[in-house]
């Protein structure tokens, strides 16, 4: 009788204490990170795996994140099989039944994003080694965060009904933020529609799509691969007929190939943060546009871009 009070008791602290507590979220990369803690606000408890300012690629799977995962209600990932070289391990490990592929608390959020460069045709490696299925940085269009953040807020109500009317209403108020910050990013950009460039990786063709920069080569010669002499000869030959002055660079690239072609063609090289936390003022998902197009729109004026 005393045993049975004392399981009930247990039972109901339990109970009182899963009604309030906030939904606990991993997410892959600290922009899905902070597009959650947008929609979520207080009612969630969100950590990231990756660092924002490194290449998302390749990330370190420490056992400490095996823990994280463990106790979480749901993940967030990029998908697109931009972490299936460290996450994939990881969420095994946890042995967490919700997380799982394919589990009620495991959310691509790549399913309702606009996906460019999905391959036609059979796959080869001879297409690179890390873009098999579409390009997976397809974050960097602030439309598909308004994408990833309905998913989100709309994943947390399913999970948390009692609180849905508050991750809707703070799904529009991102969305109205987002669309005022759209307009200025868009008017800044606007003098640049068709202007070639360069950039190290394909981490950006949903950002040059978006705001009309036209991308006409990579320093890589394919995703994944390192450049090569003879690849860095024709590109920069390429670069010189078209009168390319500007290459994007993604922090956790070397810059000594782009350098080198920077002094052969005279353009410039820009590290470009790819996501929230590659640099210290991008603490979250609008501050990482304002500062890339404030730092694509300087170096643009100073080549003589227009
Ligand atoms: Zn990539």
């Not at 397809?138 to 999970?159: E, F, Q, S, V």
């Not at 991750?167 to 759209?182: I, M």
């Not at 040059?208 to 450049?227: A, H, Q, S």
Request: no cysteine.
């Amino acid at each position: 009788m005393r045993l049975l009070s004392i399981v009930t008791l247990a039972a109901l602290a339990a109970s009182a204490s899963a009604a309030n507590a906030a939904v606990n979220v991993m997410a892959s990369t600290e922009d899905l990170a902070d597009l959650t803690r947008q929609v979520g606000g207080d009612k969630v408890k969100v950590e990231s795996i990756a660092r924002g300012y490194q290449d998302p690629h390749f990330v370190e799977a420490k056992p400490s994140f095996i823990l994280k995962l463990a106790k979480a209600d749901l993940l967030v990932v990029v998908g697109r099989e931009l972490e299936i070289g460290w996450l994939p391990p990881l969420v095994q490990q946890s042995r967490n039944a919700k997380i799982q592929p394919g589990a009620e608390g495991y959310l691509d959020a790549s399913l309702t994003a606009k996906i460019l460069e999905i391959p036609t045709g059979q796959i080869t490696r001879a297409m690179g080694d890390v873009h098999p299925q579409g390009n997976p940085h397809y974050w960097l269009d602030p439309g598909n965060g308004r994408h990833i953040a309905k998913a989100i807020a709309d994943k947390l109500a399913k999970m948390a009904p009692a609180d849905a009317a508050y991750f809707q209403s703070r799904y529009a108020d991102f969305d109205k933020r987002l669309a005022e910050a759209e307009k200025r990013w868009d008017a800044q950009m606007a003098p640049y529609k068709g202007l070639k460039i360069v950039t190290y990786h394909r981490s950006w063709p949903n950002f040059t799509d978006r705001f009309g920069l036209d991308v006409i080569g990579y320093v890589e010669p394919r995703p994944g691969i390192p450049p090569s002499p003879s690849h860095t000869i024709d590109l920069i030959g390429e670069m010189k007929r078209q009168n390319v002055k500007l290459i994007l660079v993604e922090p956790y690239f070397d810059l000594k190939t782009p350098n080198s072609i920077a002094r052969e063609t005279g353009a410039t090289v820009l590290v470009l943060a790819p996501s929230v936390g590659g640099d210290k003022d991008i603490t979250d998902f609008l501050k990482l546009f304002d500062h890339d197009v404030d730092l694509v729109v300087s170096a643009l004026k100073q080549t003589g871009g227009k």
